[in-house]
């Protein structure tokens, strides 16, 4: 199975600095198709995920352009350039190139 | 809208069964990949089980195959997750979660059902 690991665990923020977050494959998560399945999910307090990027580094609908997504075949980063307070919560990255699906630990993203 | 609502949660004893459903709303449902996710309290994600539109292909994490089974029905625009054996590790709210093709991008999701295995 592919195991992914998010650095930091946890990030607090002050309100309207950037964050950064790191999400690291075992292996490559490029498919065969050429693609890579990688996206970042954000889970607010008391709500289900929500789908911010999906294949790296594209936005999901509604989603705001504070948020951006890099990397390639292992490394990825998650970046929103000014944090929000509704920005706070946790975020997943998860591989959908491979089965078993899996998903990174997690990082909350507080404010300071 | 495009919606997700599970159902079918409750207490269970271990050793007991539990059938979730989710009923999918404002699309095609019989067009996409469905997909069951689970967060055990306080913890974070773990994909479970997902099948393809036409519910001729099923894929499981491991550990959860010969106890979990997905299905679903075309005609109720629903998904099920057949749960058998329950043990307290299996306790987490059980979301289900639309996938786009070609590989199952999770990018509508439900609220969730709980599911806890006590005695």
């Known amino acids: 199975d592919i195991v992914m690991t998010q650095t930091p665990l946890s990030s607090p923020v002050t309100l309207g600095q950037p964050a950064s977050i790191s999400c690291r494959s075992s292996?490559?998560?490029?498919?065969?198709?050429?693609?890579?399945?990688l996206s970042w999910l954000q889970q607010r307090p008391g709500q289900p995920p929500r789908l911010l990027i999906y294949k790296i580094s594209n936005r999901f609908s509604g989603v705001p352009d504070t948020f951006s997504g890099s990397g390639a075949g292992t490394d990825f980063t998650l970046k929103i350039s000014r944090v929000e307070a509704e920005d706070v919560g946790v975020y997943y990255c998860?591989?959908?190139?491979?089965?078993?699906?899996?998903f990174g630990g997690g990082t909350k993203v507080e404010i300071k | 809208e495009v919606l997700l609502v599970e159902s079918g949660g409750g207490l269970v004893q271990p050793g007991g069964s539990l059938r979730l459903s989710c009923v999918g709303s404002?699309?095609?449902?019989?067009?996409?990949?469905m997909n069951w996710v689970r967060q055990a309290p306080g913890k974070g994600l773990e994909w479970v089980a997902n099948?393809?539109?036409?519910?001729?292909?099923?894929y499981y994490v491991d550990s959860l195959k010969g106890r979990f089974t997905i299905s679903r029905d075309n005609t109720r625009d629903s998904l099920y997750l057949q749960m058998n054996d329950l043990r307290a590790e299996d306790t987490a709210v059980y979301y289900c979660?639309?996938?786009?093709?070609?590989?199952?991008?999770?990018?509508?999701w439900g609220r969730g059902t709980t599911v806890t295995v006590s005695s």
């Open positions: 099948l393809q539109p036409d519910g001729s292909q099923t």
């Open positions: 292996q490559s998560l490029v498919h065969s198709d050429g693609n890579t399945y």
């Open positions: 404002g699309f095609t449902f019989s067009t996409f990949w």
């Open positions: 979660a639309r996938g786009v093709a070609p590989h199952n991008t999770f990018d509508i």
């Open positions: 998860v591989q959908t190139t491979q089965y078993p699906f899996t």
